[in-house]
Nanobody
Framework: QVQLVESGGGLVQAGGSLRLSCAASVASGRTFSSYAMGWFRQAPGKEREFVAAISTHGFTTSYADSVKGRFTISRDNAKNTVYLQMNSLKPEETAVYYC????????????????WGQGTQVTVSS
């Protein structure tokens, strides 16, 4: 019911910035603002981990401790898009970054939505 397409990944030097975007296509009868949205990442050989999430209308955000103060999640419901601004990137944050959609107002701890994008590669060089 929701298709997600990420963009904006690439190669950046340590300390640099990237802005990821996730464009959503929502099935007829539903609206993008019905879905809380999140970003997750998976590094080689590691499990997928939570990065950030935002409530349906953007009033509530949450972040992994490791990215607090450096990453900012935002959304534009008029454009059906969620963003992840990543600053002061570190080499250990090299990973595939995935957009996630959850039908509901917000993410509770440990939750994941049913809808995933294909991922976008972020590579941070030292």
């Amino acid at each position: 019911q929701v298709q997600l397409v990420e963009s904006g990944g690439g190669l950046v030097q340590a300390g640099g910035s990237l802005r990821l975007s996730c464009a959503a296509s929502v099935a007829s009868g539903r609206t993008f603002s019905s879905y809380a949205m999140g970003w997750f990442r998976q590094a080689p050989g590691k499990e997928r981990e939570f990065v950030a999430a935002i409530s349906t209308h953007g009033f509530t955000t949450s972040y992994a401790d490791s990215v607090k103060g450096r990453f900012t999640i935002s959304r534009d419901n008029a454009k059906n898009t969620v963003y992840l601004q990543m600053n002061s990137l570190k080499p250990e944050e090299t990973a595939v970054y995935y957009c996630n959609g959850l039908r509901g107002p917000y993410y509770s701890a440990g939750s994941q939505g049913d809808y995933w994008g294909q991922g976008t590669q972020v590579t941070v060089s030292s």
